[in-house]
C-alpha cells in the first residue's frame, strides 16, 4: 500500500509540474504571439508612413525644382522679368491645387507675385526677413528665412506654408551674387490633403514638426503637441534644404492585446485542459496497470510453487523467492533479464539437479529448449539436496513460457508407499485367494460325490445288508430318509462352495486387473461358440426361477477371448437373472461393420437414471439391501467393463426402473489393422495422461 501511496503522490506531482510548466509555455507563447503583433502592427503602419513621407518628399522636391525652373526663367528675362513673371509662374507651378501663390522678391526692383497681387498674403513680417541686411547670406536664410516655414497664418485667414528658394544671378557681375528670393505659399489643409494625411489621420494621431527650423517655438505644422508622443512611430521628410520629423501614434494607442487575444487564450486553456486530461486518464491507466502489477506480484509471492515468467525471448520476467528457492545454488544467474538457456545451463554444471549429473548436456538439451515448444512440457526432477521437483512449463499465447515448480517430494513418497502397498495387497489377496481355492476346489470335488449318495459303496452295501436282513420297512424308510437328507445337505453344500469359488474368483481377476496381470488373447470367434455353452448351462436356471430365455444371435464370427466374453456375458446374464422376477430374459446380437453387439435385455427392477454411472464402478451395489437381497460383490460390472476394454469394446446400458435393463457388450467384428491398433494405443495413453 506504502507503495501505491507513493505511486500517487509521484503522480500528483508530475500532474501539478505539468500544469505548471503548460501555463508558463502558454503565458510565453501568448507573449511572444503578442508582441509578433504589435511588432507587425508597427511595422504595418510604419509601411503605410513611409509611402505617405515619400508622396510628401516627392511632391515638396517637385516644388522645389518648379521654383529653381522659375529662378532660371526670372534671370533669364533679365530686366523685363516682373512682366513675364505670372506667365511663367503659371506655367511651373499654377496647376497645383494647393500652392495658393507663387512670389518673386528681388533685392533690387518691384516684387512680382502670382496671381497678381498675392503677395499681401504674406504674414507680416515674412517679408521684411527676406530683406533685411543679411538676406544674402545663404546660411542665415536657410537658418532663419527657412526654405519651408510654417504653417503661419496668411493674411487671409488660412494655414500656409512657404516654400522659399534663393535665386543667385549667373549672368550678372559679380557672378553668383544673391539676386533675391522666390517663393511658393502652400495652403497647408490642401497640401495635407494632397500627401493623404486625412487618410492616415482617420486611424492615427500625427505630429509633424519643422526640424529645420528648430530655433523658432512655432515649429509644428500639424498635430496636437500635448499629447503625449512617447511612445510614437518617428521618422523624418527630407527635403532639399529642410527636414520634418513625422511623429504618429494609433488614435485608440498602441494595441495591449491583438484581436485574437481572447480565442488565444481559450486555445491555450483548451490545449492545457486537454494536455491535463490526457496525462491524468495516461497516468490512471499507469495506476491501474501499477496495481495490476503489483497484485500479480503479490499472488505470485503468496503461491506456495514456485513460479517464473520467461517472456518470448526467452528471458526472465520475474519470479517469486520459491522459484529461486528451489535453485539456491544458482541464485546469481536467476535475475530479470538472464536467458532461460543461461539458467538451465549453471544449474546442470552446479550439480543442483541430481538427474543431470553425468549427463549435464542431455538435461540442459532437453530442459532448455522447453522454451522454445509450442506444447506444455512436464517432468520430474531429482535435486541433489534429495527433494523431488515437478516441473512444469507451459507456452503462453504472447509466445512467453510461464514455468511451474512444485516440491512434490512427499507427493511421490506418497505415491510409491500407495504402490508399494497396493501390490503387497493384490500379492495377499492373489496368495490368500489361492489358498481359499485350493482347499474350496476339494470341498466341492467331494461335495460332487457326496451328492450321488446313493451310488456311495457304503450307502449300497448298507442298502444291500437291509435288503438280505429282511429289515422292516420302517427301517428302510428312515435310512432312505437319512441318505436323502444328506444328499440335499450336499447339494446347499455345493451351491454355496460354487458360490463362494465364483467370489474368489472374481476377486482374482479383479486383483490381476489392479496389477495390471491380467492377460487377454483376442481372436476371430465364431459367435455360437461363445453363446452355445452360456445357453446350456444357463437355460435350465433362468427356468427354475420361472422366467423364459431367448436366444436370438447371428451365426458370424467376433474378434474376441472366448473365454472373457463368456464371462462378461454369464455376469450380464446372472444380473438379470438376479434382478428379474417375472418376464423373460434375452440374448440376442446386433452387427455393424465393424462392431458386433450383444444385448441382454431383461425384464427386472431396472437401474434409476442417478445411478446408471455408478454401477460400474468397483464394489458399487445400488441398494446394497436389495443386492444383499440378491447377493453379489459388486464387482461384476468392473470386472466385466474392464474385460471388454482389454478387448477392445465398451460395455454400456440402458434402463428403465421398473421396466428392465438392456446392457451391451460391443467387440471388434474382426482384427484391427495396423493403423487402428495404433490409434487404439494412442487414444488409450491420451486417456491415462488425462
Ligand atoms: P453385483 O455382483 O453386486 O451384482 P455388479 O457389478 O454385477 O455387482 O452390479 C452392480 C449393481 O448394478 C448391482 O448391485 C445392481 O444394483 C445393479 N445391476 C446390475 N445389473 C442389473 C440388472 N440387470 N438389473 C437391475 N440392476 C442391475
Same mark, same amino acid.
Given at each position: 500500500?506504502?507503495?501505491?501511496?507513493?505511486?500517487?503522490?509521484?503522480?500528483?506531482?508530475? =500532474?501539478?509540474?505539468?500544469?505548471?510548466?503548460?501555463?508558463?509555455?502558454?503565458?510565453?507563447?501568448?507573449?511572444?504571439?503578442?508582441?509578433?503583433?504589435?511588432?507587425?502592427?508597427?511595422?504595418?503602419?510604419?509601411?503605410?508612413?513611409?509611402?505617405?513621407?515619400?508622396?510628401?518628399?516627392?511632391?515638396?522636391?517637385?516644388?522645389?525644382?518648379?521654383?529653381?525652373?522659375?529662378?532660371?526663367?526670372? %534671370?533669364?528675362?533679365?530686366?523685363?522679368?516682373?512682366?513675364?513673371?505670372?506667365?511663367?509662374?503659371?506655367?511651373?507651378?499654377?496647376?497645383?491645387?494647393?500652392?495658393?501663390?507663387?512670389?518673386?522678391?528681388?533685392?533690387?526692383?518691384?516684387?512680382?507675385?502670382?496671381?497678381?497681387?498675392?503677395?499681401?498674403?504674406?504674414?507680416?513680417?515674412?517679408?521684411?526677413?527676406?530683406?533685411?541686411?543679411?538676406?544674402?547670406?545663404?546660411?542665415?536664410?536657410?537658418?532663419?528665412?527657412?526654405?519651408?516655414?510654417?504653417? %503661419?497664418?496668411?493674411?487671409?485667414?488660412?494655414?500656409?506654408?512657404?516654400?522659399?528658394?534663393?535665386?543667385?544671378?549667373?549672368?550678372?557681375?559679380?557672378?553668383?551674387?544673391?539676386?533675391?528670393?522666390?517663393?511658393?505659399?502652400?495652403?497647408?489643409?490642401?497640401?495635407?490633403?494632397?500627401?493623404?494625411?486625412?487618410?492616415?489621420?482617420?486611424?492615427?494621431?500625427?505630429?509633424?514638426?519643422?526640424?529645420?527650423?528648430?530655433?523658432?517655438? #512655432?515649429?509644428?505644422?500639424?498635430?496636437?503637441?500635448?499629447?503625449?508622443?512617447?511612445?510614437?512611430?518617428?521618422?523624418?521628410?527630407?527635403?532639399?534644404?529642410?527636414?520634418?520629423?513625422?511623429?504618429?501614434?494609433?488614435?485608440?494607442?498602441?494595441?495591449?492585446?491583438?484581436?485574437?487575444?481572447?480565442?488565444?487564450?481559450?486555445?491555450?486553456?483548451?490545449?492545457?485542459?486537454?494536455?491535463?486530461?490526457?496525462?491524468?486518464?495516461?497516468?490512471? =491507466?499507469?495506476?491501474?496497470?501499477?496495481?495490476?502489477?503489483?497484485?500479480?506480484?503479490?499472488?505470485?509471492?503468496?503461491?506456495?510453487?514456485?513460479?517464473?515468467?520467461?517472456?518470448?525471448?526467452?528471458?526472465?520476467?520475474?519470479?517469486?523467492?520459491?522459484?529461486?528457492?528451489?535453485?539456491?545454488?544458482?541464485?546469481?544467474?536467476?535475475?530479470?533479464?538472464?536467458?532461460?538457456?543461461?539458467?538451465?545451463?549453471?544449474?546442470?554444471?552446479?550439480?543442483?539437479?541430481?538427474?543431470?549429473?553425468?549427463?549435464?548436456?542431455?538435461?540442459?538439451?532437453?530442459?532448455?529448449?522447453?522454451?522454445?515448444?509450442?506444447?506444455?512440457?512436464?517432468?520430474?526432477?531429482?535435486?541433489?539436496?534429495?527433494?523431488?521437483?515437478?516441473?512444469?512449463?507451459?507456452?503462453?499465447?504472447?509466445?512467453?513460457?510461464?514455468?511451474?515448480?512444485?516440491?512434490?517430494?512427499?507427493?511421490?513418497?506418497?505415491?510409491?508407499?500407495?504402490?508399494?502397498?497396493?501390490?503387497?495387497?493384490?500379492?495377499?489377496?492373489?496368495? =490368500?485367494?489361492?489358498?481359499?481355492?485350493?482347499?474350496?476346489?476339494?470341498?466341492?470335488? %467331494?461335495?460332487?460325490?457326496?451328492?450321488?449318495?446313493?451310488?456311495?459303496?457304503?450307502?449300497?452295501?448298507?442298502?444291500?445288508?437291509?435288503?438280505?436282513?429282511?429289515?422292516?420297512?420302517?427301517?428302510?424308510?428312515?435310512? #432312505?430318509?437319512?441318505?436323502?437328507?444328506?444328499?440335499?445337505?450336499?447339494?446347499?453344500?455345493?451351491?454355496?462352495?460354487?458360490?463362494?469359488?465364483?467370489?474368489?474368483?472374481?476377486?482374482?481377476?479383479?486383483?490381476?486387473?489392479?496389477?495390471?496381470?491380467?492377460?487377454?488373447?483376442?481372436?476371430?470367434?465364431?459367435?455360437?461358440?461363445?453363446?452355445?455353452?452360456?445357453?446350456?448351462?444357463?437355460?435350465?436356471?433362468?427356468?427354475?426361477?420361472?422366467?423364459?430365455?431367448?436366444?436370438?444371435?447371428?451365426?458370424?464370427?467376433?474378434?474376441?477371448?472366448?473365454?472373457?466374453?463368456?464371462?462378461?456375458?454369464?455376469?450380464?446374464?446372472?444380473?438379470?437373472?438376479?434382478?428379474?422376477?417375472?418376464?423373460?430374459?434375452?440374448?440376442?446380437?446386433?452387427?455393424?461393420?465393424?462392431?458386433?453387439?450383444?444385448?441382454?435385455?431383461?425384464?427386472?427392477?431396472?437401474?434409476?437414471?442417478?445411478?446408471?454411472?455408478?454401477?460400474?464402478?468397483?464394489?458399487?451395489?445400488?441398494?446394497?439391501?436389495?443386492?444383499?437381497?440378491?447377493?453379489?460383490?459388486?464387482?461384476?460390472?468392473?470386472?466385466?467393463?474392464?474385460?471388454?476394454?482389454?478387448?477392445?469394446?465398451?460395455?454400456?446400458?440402458?434402463?428403465?426402473?421398473?421396466?428392465?435393463?438392456?446392457?451391451?457388450?460391443?467387440?471388434?467384428?474382426?482384427?484391427?489393422?495396423?493403423?487402428?491398433?495404433? #490409434?487404439?494405443? #494412442?487414444?488409450?495413453?491420451?486417456?491415462?495422461?488425462?
Amino acid at each position: 500500500m506504502a507503495n501505491i501511496a507513493k505511486f500517487r503522490l509521484g503522480a500528483v506531482i508530475v =500532474l501539478i509540474a505539468a500544469l505548471i510548466a503548460l501555463i508558463v509555455v502558454s503565458l510565453k507563447i501568448e507573449e511572444l504571439i503578442e508582441k509578433q503583433y504589435q511588432e507587425d502592427f508597427r511595422a504595418a503602419a510604419y509601411d503605410e508612413l513611409i509611402e505617405r513621407r515619400e508622396e510628401v518628399e516627392a511632391t515638396t522636391f517637385g516644388m522645389f525644382l518648379a521654383l529653381q525652373r522659375l529662378a532660371s526663367h526670372v %534671370l533669364d528675362s533679365s530686366s523685363d522679368w516682373g512682366e513675364h513673371f505670372e506667365h511663367f509662374a503659371e506655367r511651373e507651378i499654377g496647376d497645383s491645387s494647393y500652392v495658393t501663390a507663387v512670389i518673386a522678391s528681388p533685392l533690387v526692383g518691384p516684387e512680382a507675385a502670382y496671381p497678381s497681387g498675392a503677395a499681401d498674403l504674406l504674414p507680416a513680417g515674412q517679408e521684411a526677413v527676406l530683406f533685411d541686411s543679411q538676406a544674402s547670406d545663404p546660411e542665415y536664410l536657410a537658418a532663419k528665412a527657412g526654405l519651408l516655414n510654417g504653417p %503661419l497664418q496668411a493674411t487671409d485667414g488660412r494655414q500656409v506654408l512657404l516654400l522659399r528658394h534663393r535665386v543667385l544671378s549667373h549672368f550678372m557681375e559679380p557672378e553668383n551674387e544673391f539676386w533675391g528670393v522666390t517663393t511658393v505659399v502652400v495652403d497647408l489643409v490642401r497640401f495635407l490633403e494632397r500627401i493623404g494625411l486625412a487618410e492616415i489621420s482617420r486611424g492615427f494621431d500625427i505630429l509633424i514638426r519643422d526640424e529645420s527650423n528648430s530655433s523658432t517655438t #512655432d515649429t509644428i505644422i500639424h498635430g496636437d503637441v500635448s499629447r503625449n508622443w512617447t511612445d510614437a512611430l518617428s521618422f523624418d521628410f527630407e527635403f532639399p534644404n529642410g527636414s520634418w520629423e513625422v511623429l504618429a501614434i494609433p488614435r485608440e494607442g498602441w494595441p495591449l492585446h491583438s484581436p485574437d487575444w481572447l480565442r488565444n487564450r481559450i486555445v491555450m486553456f483548451g490545449v492545457t485542459f486537454f494536455v491535463i486530461l490526457t496525462l491524468s486518464y495516461v497516468l490512471r =491507466l499507469s495506476e491501474l496497470r501499477y496495481l495490476a502489477e503489483e497484485r500479480l506480484n503479490n499472488a505470485i509471492r503468496a503461491m506456495e510453487n514456485g513460479l517464473a515468467i520467461f517472456d518470448s525471448q526467452g528471458r526472465l520476467h520475474k519470479c517469486n523467492a520459491n522459484f529461486a528457492g528451489f535453485y539456491s545454488g544458482a541464485l546469481d544467474v536467476i535475475r530479470p533479464g538472464a536467458t532461460a538457456r543461461e539458467i538451465v545451463e549453471t544449474i546442470a554444471r552446479r550439480g543442483i539437479v541430481a538427474d543431470a549429473i553425468g549427463c549435464e548436456d542431455e538435461w540442459i538439451a532437453e530442459h532448455g529448449s522447453a522454451h522454445r515448444r509450442t506444447k506444455n512440457y512436464t517432468c520430474t526432477d531429482k535435486m541433489s539436496n534429495g527433494r523431488i521437483l515437478r516441473v512444469s512449463d507451459h507456452r503462453m499465447e504472447d509466445g512467453g513460457t510461464v514455468c511451474i515448480r512444485s516440491d512434490v517430494t512427499e507427493l511421490e513418497e506418497a505415491v510409491a508407499e500407495a504402490q508399494a502397498a497396493n501390490v503387497t495387497k493384490t500379492q495377499f489377496i492373489n496368495t =490368500l485367494s489361492h489358498e481359499l481355492r485350493t482347499p474350496l476346489t476339494v470341498i466341492l470335488g %467331494l461335495a460332487g460325490i457326496a451328492k450321488l449318495t446313493d451310488r456311495m459303496p457304503v450307502v449300497r452295501a448298507l442298502k444291500t445288508v437291509l435288503e438280505e436282513t429282511s429289515a422292516p420297512p420302517i427301517v428302510r424308510e428312515k435310512v #432312505d430318509e437319512v441318505i436323502d437328507h444328506f444328499s440335499k445337505l450336499v447339494i446347499q453344500q455345493e451351491k454355496s462352495g460354487q458360490h463362494l469359488l465364483s467370489l474368489i474368483n472374481e476377486m482374482l481377476d479383479f486383483a490381476k486387473i489392479e496389477s495390471g496381470t491380467f492377460v487377454v488373447e483376442c481372436a476371430e470367434t465364431p459367435i455360437s461358440e461363445i453363446v452355445e455353452p452360456l445357453e446350456a448351462q444357463l437355460e435350465i436356471e433362468v427356468n427354475r426361477k420361472g422366467l423364459a430365455f431367448e436366444v436370438n444371435c447371428d451365426e458370424g464370427s467376433v474378434y474376441a477371448d472366448a473365454f472373457r466374453t463368456r464371462q462378461i456375458l454369464y455376469n450380464l446374464i446372472g444380473n438379470a437373472l438376479k434382478f428379474t422376477d417375472m418376464g423373460k430374459i434375452v440374448l440376442s446380437t446386433e452387427r455393424t461393420d465393424s462392431h458386433v453387439m450383444f444385448h441382454v435385455r431383461d425384464t427386472g427392477t431396472g437401474i434409476a437414471l442417478d445411478d446408471i454411472d455408478k454401477i460400474f464402478e468397483a464394489f458399487r451395489q445400488v441398494d446394497s439391501s436389495v443386492t444383499r437381497r440378491r447377493g453379489g460383490t459388486g464387482l461384476g460390472l468392473a470386472i466385466s467393463r474392464e474385460l471388454a476394454l482389454a478387448q477392445g469394446g465398451t460395455i454400456s446400458v440402458d434402463s428403465e426402473l421398473g421396466v428392465g435393463s438392456t446392457f451391451t457388450l460391443s467387440l471388434l467384428a474382426a482384427a484391427p489393422t495396423t493403423r487402428a491398433r495404433e #490409434d487404439k494405443r #494412442d487414444r488409450a495413453d491420451r486417456g491415462q495422461a488425462a
